[in-house]
């Protein structure tokens, strides 16, 4: 079974400023890893996803995360942030072995750009 | 545009009463799962299929929840004699080799 933790339930950041949000997974096996964005009363978008090989990730709107096995974990970083980032961020896990995707999340993190 | 339908967006019932809602993924994909998010939780694993068998399904699902997919293509999920505590957004997903496509979700408020 695996676990995700992410330390942060709101992180408020100025507009142009870096952001990072923090995810920490426990698990016994290998795995692959995942930042979902969440929109008010909307589903759920992937923005950049671990599956093997170099552990820093690119994905959409800027956003990169870094897969750190030793640490068990999977960051979220953008450089400068823009009013349009304002949303919850979930961190996902799941056994890379399993032949599927059941997922499992974290709390969120909701992100709030000021102007 | 993920290539995931639900339906309906948003459905509210008295207690007691059976809901159902309905997945239609774009293209008839393998797997099809179901989640469920509470207000300031992430989503939960509930169950998923690969064409019609469903091959797995969570503790939370008790046995009033009943999900199918009977040709492999549309899936439904039904609760029967809601409870105020089985208010959520239901989300439906369909898998591409690497990632989850989510659909917009499906709000259930229970009286």
């Known amino acids: 079974a695996q676990s995700v933790t992410q330390l942060d339930s709101q992180v408020p950041v100025f507009e142009e400023a870096p952001v990072e949000l923090r995810c920490n997974y426990s698990s016994s096996v290998s795995v692959y890893l995942f930042w979902y964005v969440q929109y008010p009363n909307q589903g759920l978008q992937l923005l950049l996803k671990y599956l093997s090989g170099s552990t820093l990730v690119k994905g959409i709107n800027g956003f990169e995360a870094e897969f750190n096995k030793s640490q068990t974990s999977f960051h979220l970083r953008k450089p400068s942030v823009h009013i349009s980032d304002t949303a919850e961020y979930f961190c996902?896990?799941?056994?890379?072995?399993?032949?599927?995707?059941?997922?499992?999340f974290g709390k969120g993190t909701k992100l709030s750009v000021i102007p | 545009d993920t290539g995931v339908s639900q339906d309906p967006r948003h459905k509210i019932t008295k207690r007691g009463q059976n809901v159902t809602f309905r997945c239609d993924p774009i293209?008839?994909?393998?797997?099809l799962y179901w989640y469920r998010q509470t207000l300031g939780q992430g989503p939960e694993f509930l169950t998923y299929?690969?064409?019609?068998?469903?091959?797995?399904k969570s503790r939370l699902l008790s046995d009033r929840f009943s999900a199918e997919r009977p040709k492999g293509s549309f899936s439904t999920l039904e609760i029967q004699r809601t409870e105020q505590g089985d208010s959520a957004m239901y989300l439906c997903?369909?898998?591409?080799?690497?990632?989850?496509?989510f659909g917009e979700g499906s709000r259930l408020t229970v009286l």
């Open positions: 293209s008839e994909h393998n797997r």
């Open positions: 997903a369909r898998d591409n080799p690497g990632e989850l496509f």
């Open positions: 996902a896990v799941t056994n890379s072995g399993a032949g599927s995707y059941q997922l499992t």
């Open positions: 299929f690969q064409n019609e068998a469903q091959l797995e």
